[in-house]
């Protein structure tokens, strides 16, 4: 994990000087094995969010962003790997689920994609179905702010919850996953 270390020394550094950045619940965020979901307003939210999250993140990343070798090659190091957000991408949530169950943190967005608003529509089942099968911590972030330069960014750790304790349906399939789904993001837009 040396690069991603540097890399977390740097951008706080970086960070620090062009905003003011208030973290809150850093208790809350668990050591290893969680999925760390949050909102996702801007491409710097991974930036943020492994910087000021306690322990390391490994992020699910959109593909395109692997198209570039030399991006490929940083991001690869860094620990992110590349998901297929317009399909139903197998090859990612198995990895997803195998790094949480060996101890790795799983970086993700639910809404799949940079939202202003919120959006109950745009959260994938995904994320419901990661939860479960992983059987492990979800660990809701929110990052508030405006992204401009030396504005306040606020980053909110809340508690980590057992997906198992948001299931309200008895039926299993993807009616289960998108109530999971929908569950996290409550969570994640609690402040």
Not at 23 to 28: A, F, I, L, Y
Not at 55 to 70: D, G, T, V
Not at 99 to 127: H, M, Q, S, Y
Request: hydrophobic fraction near 45%.
């Amino acid at each position: 994990m040396g690069l991603y270390k540097f890399f977390v020394i740097l951008a706080k550094i970086i960070l620090n000087i062009f905003y003011r950045i208030e973290v809150q619940g850093r208790e809350n965020a668990p050591e290893s094995g969680a999925l760390v979901c949050s909102n996702h307003i801007s491409a710097w939210d991974p930036i943020f969010i492994s910087t000021f999250y306690p322990h390391p993140i490994k992020w699910m990343a959109k593909h395109e962003l692997f198209e570039s070798k030399f991006l490929a090659k940083l991001l690869n190091h860094l620990g992110a790997f590349p998901v297929q957000r317009d399909k139903n991408d197998l090859t990612a949530l198995k990895r997803a689920i195998r790094l949480a169950k060996k101890g790795d943190n799983v970086g993700i967005f639910p809404e799949g994609t940079r939202v202003k608003e919120r959006d109950k529509n745009l959260v994938k089942p995904g994320i419901g179905l990661l939860a479960l099968k992983t059987q492990g911590q979800v660990s809701p972030v929110t990052i508030l702010g405006n992204y401009k330069i030396f504005s306040k960014m606020k980053i909110i750790i809340h508690p980590a919850i057992d997906a198992q304790d948001l299931v309200q349906a008895k039926d299993k399939g993807q009616d289960l996953y998108q109530e999971v789904a929908w569950a996290i993001m409550d969570e994640i837009y609690r402040v």
